[in-house]
């Protein structure tokens, strides 16, 4: 079956600019989580959903990130006035449901860079 | 404080030459071990989950092994297609209601396999 798919691959913005970041999970995965990953690092958790609502967004940097899920199925991550220190890896990720040793699918990412 | 340490940052090996990669850890309760692996510019592909120390899994050339503090990665005769970044994570206590959405990864160890 299809996997996690994100669009865009890649999105280049400047400065103080709004983007927005879409991810389609695995059909029938109830969880959906946003990562971001630095050169380098591993993946730094954002949010994540069960369902439409956001049940933990702890991880999001700033009040210039926000996601939504409205239908419980796609979710979009939107950045506010872009900054120079957003540039990273955007990752998607679901999983059936967030329980104990419950695997974590992840997407092909989103490039961002902020010029 | 670091919660997964993965060491070494980097390996570089021949066709052929076996090696292990190491993933320790320092969260309580662990709620299962999960590796992946990453290729550039690529999201990370799952490859095993570790549920309680003592269990191993494999896959082709790849073995998982969990103890009470670590984890290892071996792996047997090596081709260069195994080359990529490996990660682990583990499931970071601090998520709500104790269960495993929020993961916490190592740094990851980039493993070069020259022909």
């Known amino acids: 079956g299809a996997g996690v798919s994100q669009t865009p691959s890649n999105k280049v913005t400047e400065k103080g600019k709004y983007v927005e970041l879409r991810c389609d999970p695995i059909s029938g995965h109830t969880a959906l989580y946003w990562y971001r990953q630095s050169l380098g690092q591993g993946p730094e958790f954002l949010i994540y959903f069960q369902g439409t609502g956001a049940a933990d967004d702890s991880g999001l940097p700033n009040d210039r990130f926000f996601a939504v899920r409205p239908e419980g199925s796609v979710s979009t991550l939107k950045i506010q006035r872009t900054e120079r220190g957003d540039s990273a890896m955007y990752l998607c990720?679901?999983?059936?449901?967030?329980?104990?040793?419950?695997?974590?699918?992840f997407g092909p990412g989103t490039r961002l860079t902020v010029l | 404080e670091d919660q997964v340490t993965q060491s070494p940052e980097a390996l570089r090996l021949q066709e052929g030459e076996s090696s292990s990669l190491n993933c320790s850890y320092t969260v309580s309760g662990l709620r299962g071990l999960f590796w992946y692996r990453q290729d550039p510019g690529k999201g990370p592909e799952f490859l095993f989950t570790l549920y309680s120390a003592g269990e191993e899994k494999e896959k082709e050339r790849l073995k998982a092994t969990l103890t009470k503090k670590e984890s290892f990665l071996h792996i047997t005769a090596p081709k260069p297609e195994d080359s990529a970044t490996y990660l682990c994570?583990?499931?970071?206590?601090?998520?709500?209601?104790?269960?495993?959405?929020?993961?916490?990864f190592g740094k990851g160890t980039l493993l070069t396999v020259n022909p």
């Open positions: 994570a583990v499931p970071n206590p601090e998520a709500r209601g104790g269960s495993n959405y929020k993961l916490t």
């Open positions: 990720a679901s999983s059936l449901r967030a329980i104990s040793y419950n695997e974590q699918f």
